[in-house]
């Protein structure tokens, strides 16, 4: 059966072209394992470090700003919150859903914007003064995302027993 919402990386596509495809599909599992659940169910604290699903959207939005965004000299909006005291890691009183969503929402955009506009082969400089390539950045925002979202995958397990690495088809769907 074949899901139509689920994003495919391209058998014979482009290197560039992959990466988006790969980083996208993690970005909207990311989004799906927050699907029906109320405000303090992503909130909920389900490990001793107190990790959440709002939580690591949070964190993955300001990531894709610092990492697509600021390494390569394109504008990133103001935090409300430290992530360098790991305050992009929880959800603070004012952090609904909604908020952190939208927020998440507007950081791809950005970094979209970035991926479309360089080439693989350009360089930026990283929040650690190293010089990077937008290709090296993709690999690394693949992988940060795809880590997060096994996590959320965990967290929304505990939760209320949903599991998968992507949203299932519609009953009655195409097959």
Known sequence: MTNPLVRKVPFTGGEKESLLASLDRHRDT?????????????????????????????HLASVEYG???????????PLWFDPWKSEDMSAG???????????YGRARAAADRTIAELSLDDVGTSW????????????????????????????????DGSTGDHRPAPQGGPH
């Open 30 to 58: 990311v989004l799906w394992k927050l699907e029906d659940l109320d405000e303090e169910q992503v909130r909920r604290s389900m490990t001793p470090s107190g990790t959440n699903l709002l939580g690591l959207v949070k």
């Open 67 to 77: 990492w697509l965004c600021t390494t390569f000299g394109r504008e990133a909006e």
């Open 128 to 159: 650690s003064g190293t010089t990077v390539s937008l290709r090296w950045v993709l690999i690394r925002m693949v992988e940060e995302t795809a880590r997060h979202a096994g996590h959320m995958d965990i967290l929304r397990e505990l939760i």
């Open 93 to 103: 009183p004012g952090d609904t859903t909604a908020r952190i969503v939208d927020f």
